[in-house]
């Protein structure tokens, strides 16, 4: 025993011989909850545990993502003694003990979904859960919930883009109008898109402040070139290093050539940079080496104008104001999409008389282009690019078809086949693996209802009438993005109230919310006449006998309940089980909602069987696929307790 004592003070002691360097660095390698259980041992551990610069390495190393509010940048410029790094850790992680209360909320009801995900994304929590959110995403999906954890992590995580995304377009309405601007507004176009999801405005400024800087060191003469110089040794490299830019619309016969938005550049498998964000690069990169670079809207292919500095010529020659009517020493064009060298003006104004149809005003069209302009442009040329896209694919596959919705008495929507299914339903009908898409697309009319207003020549000439895309917004909106109404009544309410769709908008936000909030009714099946006729139950995995498509049951009834209208156009009487077979709420691998009979259904009990298409969606209604019963574990109980 005197032994075993005298051994145990030998141990505590080595902390009182360590330095702190150490201890320090030993206790860097030790989760939180460890520290925090070791700095009770000794009080030289204490001590060292309350050391700023251990705090300020756990801050950094388990939290990527921080609220504006912390200011973090400012404090990682302090010497490491004024920054309060532990209290700093003690608040991200009661954010997260918080955020997890309110997450759990959503994963265990049905109901207030749109409520809670708006307070997560809100004051209280805001871009300080994206680290949380992400490690959601990366949920493992055959455990627990981790299904739903990955699907609500990714709406959650959604929202918060979006509504960074769009502060930032609101601001080019309050006169934001410089190139960071421009850079801004395109990049924000891209956190509407899922393959986005780790980044966001501050990762892709720290990746342009990297481009300059490995383009700065590869310019050992740049302080003494002339700004032509400059401007065309920085084209050249924008050129050859792809700065910014993901294109997520798949190639198709006639996608505008001057459509795309801005993110991080980290694969083959992007396709080519469109002419607006290689401008975009170089303007962006321009503005932060202090020259004056600016986009101009030339047609079919943006351009960049270049200013020298006041008083100096393109070649760096001191000139009195009156020496500067040389249009070829007072500025410069570049093409940094399709060109190394310099584009003479005469170039450009030839290529104008070609565009005459075009161009109204050709000298307009040689002067830089507002940002909000060009923002809106880059929208429409995506809408136009999407939809182009879901033509050409509906077109070369007859397994697609759109819909319209039906709502049956109980309460659920069905899907009619429509007569024209592009006119109908651009935005719905085509779901399967499209994430992206849908989100560019989204994305895009996000901007035409901000910008439409003020930009209404751009609009009329795209042939785009502001009603319209209000109608086809609200149908994103209510189809997809539902957690987007109060984001939606918060901007149409500050800013566009005035306006008759403003205010039906609005309207129809508010009713999204109280719809979200009601008690849905229970379906239990407590009577026996029920088990008998309801075969199938909620999260089994099926194939359609007649038309082969994989769906998942959602919901429930015993017998058709479909309208009337519905039930002669699907001629559900002349199936053999009739209106009085139990019908079945689905959704398709395409995510569209269906209504089937009980008679098409042919059960899949093998996840393998399982589109790859459904994994990023189904966690909306299932928490994890159950391999002994060979269906996917609902997350729907309070509608069909017993299912």
């Known amino acids: 025993m005197e032994n075993q004592q005298q051994s145990t003070d030998a141990q505590v002691n080595i902390f009182r011989v360590l330095p702190h360097e150490i201890i320090r660095n030993i206790l860097i390698y030790l ?8 700095r009770q041992a000794t009080r030289e551990i204490d001590g060292v545990a309350s050391d700023p610069t251990l705090w300020r390495t756990c801050c950094l190393a388990d939290f990527s993502f921080w ?10 410029r302090q010497p490491v003694s004024l920054g309060e790094w532990e209290d700093l850790y003690a608040i991200r992680l009661g954010r997260n003990r918080g955020a997890n209360g309110w997450f759990d909320n959503i994963l265990q009801t049905r ?3 749109i409520e809670h995900i708006n307070i997560l994304t809100g004051p209280g929590f805001g871009y300080d859960l994206k680290d949380l959110m992400l490690k959601f995403m990366a949920s493992d999906l055959n455990v627990g919930d981790g299904l739903a954890r990955r699907f609500w992590g ?21 006169g934001d109008l410089t190139t960071e601007a421009l850079f801004k507004s395109m990049t924000a176009l891209s956190m509407f898109l899922p393959m986005a999801a780790e980044s966001d405005l501050d990762v892709v400024s720290a990746h342009v402040d990297l481009q300059v800087k490995r383009f700065l060191d590869a310019s050992p003469n740049w302080t003494s070139m002339s700004t032509r110089g400059k401007a065309l040794a920085l084209n050249r490299f924008v050129r050859t290093n792809v700065i910014l830019g993901r294109f997520p619309i798949p190639p198709a016969p006639s996608i505008p050539p001057a459509a795309g938005v801005v993110s991080l550049n980290t694969g083959p498998e992007i396709n080519p940079v469109p002419p607006i964000i290689s401008v975009s690069s170089f303007c962006v990169m321009a503005e932060r080496l202090k020259m004056d670079a600016r986009p101009v809207l030339f047609p079919y292919r943006a351009r960049v104008i270049v200013f020298p500095p006041h008083g100096i010529d393109l070649n760096g020659r001191v000139v009195d104001e009156d020496e500067l009517g040389d249009e070829s020493v007072r500025n410069m064009y570049l093409d940094p999409y399709g060109s190394d060298d310099e584009t003479p003006v005469e170039e450009l104004r030839h290529l104008l008389g070609t565009y005459s149809d075009l161009v109204q005003s050709p000298e307009a069209s040689l002067r830089p282009t507002p940002v909000g302009r060009l923002l809106i442009i880059c929208a429409i040329n995506i809408y136009r690019g999407v939809r182009e896209h879901r033509r050409h694919e509906y077109n070369t596959s007859a397994a697609t078809a759109g819909f319209s919705i039906t709502t049956t008495t109980s309460g659920h929507q069905l899907m009619n086949i429509p007569s024209n299914p592009i006119a109908d339903n651009t935005f719905a009908w085509c779901h399967n693996g499209h994430e992206n898409l849908d989100g560019a697309y989204y994305g895009a009319l996000w901007v035409m209802i901000i910008m439409g207003n003020t930009y209404t020549g751009d609009m009329e000439d795209a042939g785009f009438e502001l009603m319209d895309i209000i109608g086809r917004f609200h149908g994103a909106i209510k189809g997809e993005f539902p957690e987007d109404a109060i984001l939606l009544r918060k901007h149409m309410m500050g800013a566009f109230q005035s306006t008759v769709h403003s205010r039906r908008l609005i309207a129809s936000a508010t009713e999204m919310v109280a719809e979200d909030g009601r008690i849905r009714d229970q379906h239990p099946r407590s009577d026996a006449q029920i088990n008998v006729a309801v075969l199938y139950r909620v999260g089994q995995m099926f194939r359609h006998r007649r038309y082969g498509y994989i769906a ?27 209106r009085t077979q139990s019908f079945y709420h689905v959704i398709g691998e395409d995510k569209s909602a269906r209504y089937v009979a009980q008679e098409n259904i042919e059960l899949i009990t093998n996840m393998r069987e399982a589109p790859a298409s459904m994994i990023p969606w189904i966690g909306r209604y299932f928490k994890r696929w159950d391999a002994e019963r060979g269906q996917f574990e609902s997350n729907l109980e309070e509608e069909y307790p017993d299912d």
């Open 31 to 38: 989760p939180v909850p460890d520290i925090a259980r070791a």
């Open 67 to 76: 609220n504006a509010e912390h200011g973090l940048e400012e404090v990682l």
């Open 111 to 113: 109901t207030h979904h």
């Open 154 to 174: 990714g709406r959650v995580l959604g929202l918060l883009h979006r509504q960074t995304a769009v502060d930032q377009w609101i601001q080019l309405l309050h």
């Open 552 to 578: 998942v049951i959602v919901g429930w009834d015993e017998v058709c309940k479909a309208n009337e209208a519905w039930v002669r156009r699907m001629d559900v009487d002349n199936l053999p089980g009739g």
